[in-house]
């Protein structure tokens, strides 16, 4: 199976701070990938240099087998960042999206109604108006409606009520199940994950400390406690291998 995105020894530095550690990521394209870790763990900092926002102090990264240099690349990416402010407040909504639409050829004006009206978008409302909730929705059509072949989801269903939340997980099956993609999603909420997750990576202050498939995960936990019979759930499990490193 080939890989979505692929890091060799990504390392990324801010002065005398290491975001990224020698970091090896290898995303099998058509998984969903949960990348979890405490704040400041670098989990921003790789999603940055996967859009070519940032570029790495070494190492390299590729997107679909494009360097993240490569302006092809970005084109290939529907991501919903973790901070919630509209880049142009003045637009209305529906000016945005029509705005936004035309950068990708491959837009999908159908899904891209269907999205609308599921997610509830007013479109005459200005973005630089909407609330938490509202704009986070806003983001959400803007990222998948031009079907990419990955989806970069940083703390997805912050600023949603459950209600919400439900619908955007639904959204994410839905939109695999119809388009071929890969996900990587950064999120501290993971038990809502749980169902979507195939892989997961556990970064710890810039360093990758393990990757591996959902279920193997777990299994590495209980093979490390044979004391203790019960299978842990994914998020229980993912915790215990932060404590285990914190042990080392």
Known sequence: MSNAVETKSLS???DDQVALDRVDFQVPEGAVYVLVGANGAGKSSTFKILLNLERPTSGNATILGLDTADPHARAQIGYVPEQQESPYPWMTCGRLIQHVAAFYPSWDSSYAEHLIETLDIRMNKKSGALSKGELRRLQL????AHRPPLLLLDEPTEGLDPV???QLLTLISEH?????STVMISTHHLHEVDSLTDYVGV???GKLVAQMQRDELRQHVANQRPDDARPLPFEDAVVAVLSEENTR
């Open 203 to 205: 970064l710890k202050q």
């Open 176 to 180: 695999l199940s119809d388009s071929p």
């Open 12 to 14: 990324k530095r801010y």
């Open 141 to 144: 059509v803007i990222a998948m």
């Open 164 to 166: 919400a939340r439900k």
